[in-house]
């Protein structure tokens, strides 16, 4: 029973464009969600993150939007650069219950086309 | 920015033989935690290791195939006994520092099982 879905096994953008990768969730008790970038004989590293109190993130290139009543959320990465290709996953917590586990996705591979 | 070091980054072994990985962080941290990450899959916790006392293990992982120690606030390991091929994956260690809601992670180990 998944908890938090990356429906979009991989996704591929030309460099420029904008890349939209998509999370789903389904315990409302998760209050806090991030994003992290992992590429190939790397640990994960953390991208951005968002509360649940909040509806937008957004950090230079990157944004992330949060929509509650649907238990999703999205990371915008803007402009696409080749450098961005990594594995993506989307990870969530409950930190309001003084929990600092991580539930994740099975991960986004996004390839930026030059 | 923090800095988690794991050692071994990646090891062949036999199968029933036991392999220990090493974490070390830089400065001392409020959690640290221990992640599996089967090959297709999403990260899965295996383990919390509590600084002086047992790990809190998750649902589907036991002590006896993967004990872990913590013996103070900066350094802690897990064994992963009598392997089988099954167990081949990527194993991460990850940290929580205080007032931080991000957790940051080693480069993970490449355990090949054969």
């Known amino acids: 029973d998944q908890q938090v879905k990356q429906n979009s096994p991989s996704l591929s953008v030309q460099e420029g464009r904008i890349s939209i990768l998509n999370c789903d969730y389904t315990?409302?008790?998760?209050?806090?969600f991030l994003w992290y970038k992992k590429y190939p004989a790397e640990g994960p590293t953390f991208l951005i993150s968002?509360?649940?109190?909040?509806d937008k993130n957004e950090d230079g290139r990157f944004t992330v939007f949060l929509n509650k009543s649907a238990k999703h959320l999205s990371l915008h990465i803007v402009p696409s650069q080749p450098g961005d290709s990594a594995v993506y996953f989307c990870a969530a917590s409950d930190y309001g219950a003084g929990s600092y586990q991580l539930t994740f996705g099975k991960g986004t591979k996004l390839s930026v086309i030059p | 920015s923090a800095v988690i070091s794991q050692k071994p980054s990646r090891d062949i072994c036999q199968r029933g033989t036991s392999l220990t990985i090493q974490c070390q962080v830089d400065?001392?941290?409020?959690?640290m935690f221990w992640y599996r990450q089967q090959p297709g899959q999403s990260l899965t916790l295996i383990a919390t290791a509590n600084q002086g006392s047992e790990a809190t293990y998750e649902s589907g992982f036991v002590i006896d195939k993967f004990p872990i120690s913590r013996p103070n606030l900066t350094f802690s390991t897990l064994t992963v006994s009598n392997m089988s091929p099954e167990d081949s994956s990527i194993y991460l260690c990850?940290?929580?520092?205080?007032?931080?809601?991000?957790?940051?992670f080693g480069q993970g180990t490449r355990l090949t099982v054969v």
């Open positions: 968002i509360s649940s109190i909040k």
């Open positions: 990850s940290a929580h520092w205080q007032g931080r809601t991000e957790a940051f």
């Open positions: 315990n409302s008790m998760f209050d806090y």
């Open positions: 400065s001392q941290v409020t959690m």
